[in-house]
């Protein structure tokens, strides 16, 4: 007789101080108790279901033995009864695992709003207000453990697809805890702050129907996100001794206490799910419609994933009609909270995974039953096995990969990574090369590249991180070639249009679009050398090309490459590319010199000499409808900005290793509107 745990091995560390565990016992049924290290917290019951069983356990900084000790018995009305009466004796199996805070993580603010003459309640039926109450502190507890749920979600992903016990960690605080009813809110430890915070708009202005995101008749659905911004903008500035918002970008997940399901409207106002940025803020929000059926610590875990109880429409919503129970209004709405917090870490929705309404099932990640379901008049099931659960996609996983947020211990010692990529980040950029292959660059690494056919990703390209995973690590150049991204293809997907998005460190993206394929064709010219014909290869198309076509420019001529004149005012109008005749070491451009133009003359210009044993490199470039300004590069030097040096994005027209940038082409008007740079191999 014995129990086994299959999922994390004895003596793991784990990064998150709640943790699921799964595993297997000789004993079909029972009832398994766990006992926690030192019994530094309450000892905690679960079932076996047909063999199997899922653990939530609490651990404390440093090394944790844990205890399990499976007894007959089974759970009545949500409580564990234990079977005295049992011939079977005990089986037990005593664990180690080790908790590593990573404090050193940037963390997630997890803010409770309230309209500035709320009464601080939440929709809840008769029966609930009765025994929990649904005011602030109940919100509180409610979010404390739904955070230590999402955590442990998190973690157990992210060491599914071999990334180790990865896990965003929400903002915490040395408090009176509520993890545990046993304590009575009794213990101080780490646990996670909730912000409460004051909006300067009314219960009647959250609850306007015009601000409602499920209305789609409103008027402004971005209000609610909108004002959210401004509560935390504001609670930051009164609070500037607050670490967890200090940063380049702090990240707030929001709740609206207010939110308030109308069974007149059909509607729930108060309530939008949504994430983004909103100036350097990172932030999400949600509405607390849903939060009556949360549980508030680990001895309702069971009781809030099965009660089966209908859901009571004449005060509560029946979110987008998953929620007719109480166990589904729970999955349906902490999944939903998860989703959204999963937008604001950053990505577009993958083709699947828990930004789907795939997190329905939410409660099968924590439970080795599932309860009969009204939504799909299901009868319930068991064993629940991992197979069954909900999941973030593998593209998903991918973007969480290399947050700041996910570190573990080993990603400090790779070298590979730049963990101050998001403040130097640029868009990685691209150029067509020799057989219908592209060269991507980027200054902080690419380390995945999604192959899209008919809309959705079909296939990747993964560079996982050389230190925990002994992969090559985001790469800075990158060759990528059609055939072979075709291979990576199915059978059924290759010869169509197929598009790329290519992601790198510190959060920039690149698209290269499925016509990019078509004009990857060479560029045959002599482009001034005086060698006869040689072929080339253009860049991606910088700008939006919507004048005239300006033909080849070769960047060099008759004589060597003496000057780089560039005409700019509010943007780029044109460049000169000035050539002396024999050698000299001054810089005086009379009737010795030619030049060629790409562009507009003006009377407005900048000259960069190109000094002896100086070599031209290439151009950053500003641009988005038009060419906004250019700084030339050399071996030597970079040159500030000329031109209006905050519009646009910025790019960069240069050659990779073993290539030579020697022509520029694209559109002119009464300014440049696009440039494209041509190579040829050396």
Same mark, same amino acid.
């Given at each position: 007789?014995?129990?086994?745990?299959?999922?994390?091995?004895?003596?793991?560390?784990?990064?998150?101080?709640?943790?699921?565990?799964?595993?297997?016992?000789?004993?079909?049924?029972?009832?398994?108790?766990?006992?926690?290290?030192?019994?530094? #917290? +309450? +000892?905690?019951?679960?079932?076996?279901?047909?063999?199997?069983?899922?653990?939530?356990?609490?651990?404390?900084?440093?090394?944790?033995?844990?205890?399990?000790?499976?007894?007959?018995?089974? #759970?009545?009305?949500?409580?564990?009864?234990?079977?005295?009466?049992?011939?079977?004796?005990?089986? =037990?199996?005593?664990?180690?695992?080790?908790?590593?805070?990573?404090?050193? $993580?940037?963390?997630? $603010?997890?803010?409770?709003?309230?309209?500035?003459?709320?009464?601080?309640?939440?929709?809840?039926?008769?029966?609930?207000?009765?025994?929990?109450?649904?005011?602030?502190?109940?919100?509180?507890? @409610?979010?404390?453990?739904?955070?230590?749920?999402?955590?442990?979600?998190?973690?157990?992903?992210?060491?599914?697809?071999?990334?180790?016990?990865?896990?965003?960690?929400?903002?915490?605080?040395?408090?009176? *805890?509520?993890?545990?009813?046993?304590?009575?809110?009794?213990?101080?430890?780490?646990?996670?702050?909730?912000?409460?915070?004051?909006?300067?708009?009314?219960?009647?202005?959250?609850?306007?129907?015009?601000?409602?995101?499920?209305?789609?008749?409103?008027?402004?659905?971005?209000?609610?996100?909108?004002?959210?911004?401004?509560?935390?903008?504001?609670?930051?500035?009164?609070?500037?001794?607050?670490?967890?918002? @200090?940063?380049?970008?702090? @990240?707030?997940?929001?709740?609206?206490?207010?939110?308030?399901?109308?069974?007149? =409207?059909?509607?729930?106002?108060?309530?939008?799910?949504?994430?983004?940025?909103?100036?350097?803020?990172?932030? /999400?929000?949600?509405?607390?419609?849903?939060?009556?059926?949360?549980?508030?610590?680990?001895?309702?875990?069971?009781?809030?994933?099965?009660?089966?109880?209908?859901?009571?429409?004449?005060?509560?919503?029946?979110?987008? $009609?998953?929620?007719?129970?109480?166990?589904?209004?729970?999955?349906?709405?902490? %999944?939903?909270?998860?989703?959204?917090?999963? @937008?604001?870490?950053?990505?577009?929705?993958?083709?699947?995974?828990?930004?789907? +309404?795939?997190?329905?099932?939410?409660?099968?990640? #924590?439970?080795?039953?599932?309860?009969?379901?009204?939504? /799909?008049?299901?009868?319930?099931?068991?064993?629940?096995?991992?197979?069954?659960?909900?999941?973030?996609?593998?593209?998903?996983?991918?973007?969480?990969?290399?947050?700041?947020?996910?570190?573990?211990?080993?990603?400090?010692?790779?070298?590979?990574?730049?963990?101050?990529?998001?403040?130097?980040?640029?868009?990685?950029?691209?150029?067509?090369?020799?057989?219908?292959?592209?060269?991507?660059?980027?200054?902080?690494?690419?380390?995945?590249?999604?192959?899209?056919? *008919?809309?959705?990703?079909?296939?990747?390209?993964?560079?996982?991180?050389?230190?925990?995973?002994?992969?090559?690590?985001? =790469?800075?150049?990158?060759?990528?070639?059609?055939?072979?991204?075709?291979?990576?293809?199915?059978?059924?997907?290759?010869? &169509?249009?197929?598009?790329?998005?290519?992601?790198?460190?510190?959060?920039?993206?690149?698209?290269?679009?499925?016509?990019?394929?078509?004009?990857?064709?060479?560029?045959?010219?002599? #482009?001034?050398?005086?060698?006869?014909?040689?072929?080339?290869?253009? /860049?991606?198309?910088?700008?939006?090309?919507?004048?005239?076509?300006?033909?080849?420019?070769?960047?060099?001529?008759?004589?060597?490459?003496?000057?780089?004149?560039?005409?700019?005012?509010?943007?780029? *109008?044109?460049?000169?590319?000035?050539?002396? &005749?024999?050698?000299?070491?001054?810089? &005086?451009?009379?009737?010795?010199?030619?030049?060629?133009?790409?562009?507009?003359?003006?009377?407005?210009?900048?000259?960069?000499?190109?000094?002896?044993?100086?070599?031209?490199?290439?151009?950053?470039?500003?641009? %988005?409808?038009?060419?906004?300004?250019? =700084?030339?590069?050399?071996?030597?030097?970079?040159?500030?900005?000329?031109?209006?040096?905050?519009?646009?994005?910025?790019?960069?027209?240069?050659?990779?290793?073993?290539?030579?940038?020697?022509?520029?082409?694209?559109?002119?008007?009464?300014?440049?509107?696009?440039?494209?740079?041509?190579?040829?191999?050396?």
């Amino acid at each position: 007789m014995s129990l086994q745990i299959f999922n994390q091995a004895p003596g793991a560390t784990v990064f998150n101080s709640d943790v699921i565990l799964h595993g297997g016992s000789s004993e079909k049924y029972g009832l398994i108790q766990v006992r926690h290290h030192q019994g530094n #917290f +309450p +000892p905690q019951t679960f079932e076996v279901n047909s063999n199997h069983f899922k653990l939530l356990v609490h651990l404390v900084e440093g090394e944790n033995e844990l205890i399990f000790t499976q007894y007959s018995g089974k #759970f009545v009305n949500g409580v564990p009864h234990y079977d005295q009466a049992s011939r079977y004796k005990p089986i =037990q199996l005593i664990y180690h695992l080790y908790y590593r805070r990573m404090v050193e $993580n940037p963390s997630i $603010n997890l803010c409770l709003l309230l309209a500035k003459d709320s009464p601080g309640v939440f929709d809840s039926p008769k029966n609930k207000i009765n025994t929990e109450g649904n005011n602030v502190n109940t919100a509180v507890r @409610k979010l404390r453990f739904g955070a230590r749920l999402m955590e442990a979600f998190m973690t157990e992903q992210m060491r599914r697809n071999g990334f180790g016990n990865r896990c965003f960690r929400f903002t915490e605080e040395f408090s009176y *805890d509520s993890l545990s009813s046993q304590e009575r809110g009794s213990v101080q430890r780490e646990t996670v702050k909730v912000h409460i915070i004051r909006m300067d708009q009314t219960v009647a202005e959250i609850q306007d129907p015009n601000v409602a995101q499920q209305n789609s008749d409103a008027d402004n659905p971005m209000g609610l996100f909108e004002w959210a911004a401004d509560a935390i903008r504001q609670y930051i500035a009164d609070n500037p001794h607050l670490e967890s918002f @200090k940063g380049e970008t702090p @990240k707030a997940s929001c709740m609206f206490m207010d939110a308030h399901w109308d069974p007149n =409207q059909d509607l729930i106002l108060g309530h939008a799910a949504l994430a983004g940025n909103y100036g350097k803020l990172r932030l /999400t929000t949600f509405g607390s419609q849903g939060l009556w059926s949360w549980p508030s610590c680990y001895e309702e875990l069971y009781s809030a994933l099965s009660d089966c109880t209908r859901t009571d429409t004449s005060v509560c919503a029946n979110d987008c $009609n998953k929620g007719e129970s109480a166990w589904e209004a729970a999955t349906i709405s902490l %999944g939903g909270f998860l989703d959204v917090i999963g @937008k604001h870490l950053y990505w577009p929705d993958p083709s699947d995974g828990i930004f789907l +309404p795939t997190y329905s099932t939410l409660n099968r990640s #924590f439970m080795s039953r599932e309860f009969p379901c009204k939504r /799909t008049g299901e009868l319930g099931y068991e064993p629940v096995l991992s197979t069954d659960e909900c999941n973030w996609s593998r593209l998903s996983i991918m973007r969480f990969l290399y947050l700041p947020g996910l570190r573990i211990p080993a990603d400090y010692h790779d070298d590979t990574i730049i963990w101050n990529a998001r403040e130097i980040a640029e868009e990685p950029t691209f150029i067509g090369v020799e057989n219908r292959s592209i060269f991507v660059t980027s200054n902080t690494g690419i380390y995945l590249v999604e192959v899209h056919v *008919d809309g959705e990703a079909r296939a990747q390209l993964e560079f996982q991180p050389k230190r925990s995973n002994n992969g090559p690590g985001p =790469q800075k150049e990158l060759k990528l070639s059609y055939s072979d991204l075709q291979n990576n293809l199915d059978p059924e997907y290759q010869g &169509k249009p197929m598009k790329l998005v290519i992601l790198s460190l510190g959060l920039k993206q690149l698209v290269v679009e499925s016509d990019i394929w078509e004009y990857l064709e060479p560029v045959h010219h002599d #482009f001034g050398l005086g060698g006869g014909m040689l072929e080339g290869v253009s /860049t991606e198309c910088h700008g939006v090309p919507r004048a005239d076509e300006t033909g080849i420019i070769p960047i060099y001529g008759p004589g060597e490459l003496s000057c780089i004149r560039v005409y700019h005012g509010d943007a780029l *109008d044109g460049i000169e590319f000035i050539h002396r &005749k024999g050698k000299s070491h001054h810089h &005086k451009f009379h009737s010795s010199k030619s030049s060629t133009l790409f562009g507009n003359r003006t009377q407005d210009y900048s000259d960069v000499p190109i000094y002896d044993g100086e070599s031209f490199v290439g151009f950053k470039i500003r641009c %988005g409808a038009w060419v906004d300004a250019v =700084q030339v590069v050399t071996n030597k030097k970079v040159t500030p900005w000329y031109g209006f040096a905050d519009g646009g994005h910025g790019a960069v027209i240069e050659a990779p290793t073993g290539y030579q940038l020697v022509a520029l082409r694209g559109t002119v008007g009464p300014w440049v509107n696009s440039i494209q740079g041509i190579y040829i191999r050396r």
